[in-house]
């Protein structure tokens, strides 16, 4: 089980940077059932409980139309983690990663993203299943799920390509 602010074997923090302002603005409050890190689940599920994303104002009026998506992308702030691991053991078995090849909440700028199902909107208020951050967590963006959408048009000579 993970403990808050636990260092285990092999991982490796550094000394963070000073933060500088991205201009990111929290636009709503995320209301989920969990209020600690040890009872959050890993992942969301959508048979997980109904949660609300609490749109600020004057973002409201934003929601139009996103009632046409059965799935929707959140992504938010989270903003209890820690910040300074480069490595970490997600199975506490002596063995350690890259943060970035994990999905782990501890990331140097700690953005969280999931992909949840669309129950219905309300007075500002967005009901979603499979959420998986801590009560009152920020809202940095919610958007139709990518999935939902097909590429616009092939690719085109010229066109920008890796590898």
Same mark, same amino acid.
């Given at each position: ?18 933060? &500088? ?74 063995? &350690? ?15 969280? &993203? ?50």
């Amino acid at each position: 089980m993970v403990r808050e602010n636990e260092i285990r074997s092999g991982e490796v923090a550094v000394p963070a940077p000073p933060p &500088t302002d991205a201009g990111l603005v929290f636009i709503g409050s995320i209301r989920t059932p969990w209020t600690s890190r040890l009872e959050t689940p890993r992942q969301g599920r959508t048979d997980g409980p109904v949660c609300r994303i609490e749109v600020f104002d004057p973002w409201v009026d934003a929601l139009d139309g996103l009632e046409a998506f059965e799935r929707v992308e959140v992504l938010y702030w989270l903003h209890l983690s820690r910040r300074d691991l480069v490595r970490q053991s997600p199975r506490n078995d002596g063995t &350690t990663r890259g943060t970035f090849s994990l999905r782990s909440p501890v990331r140097p700028n700690p953005i969280g &993203t999931s992909i949840a199902a669309l129950d219905r909107i309300e007075d500002g208020i967005a009901y979603v299943r499979g959420l998986d951050c801590l009560d009152a967590t920020p809202l940095l963006d919610l958007k139709p799920a990518r999935d939902l959408f097909t590429p616009i048009a092939p690719p085109q000579p010229g066109d920008f390509q890796i590898g």
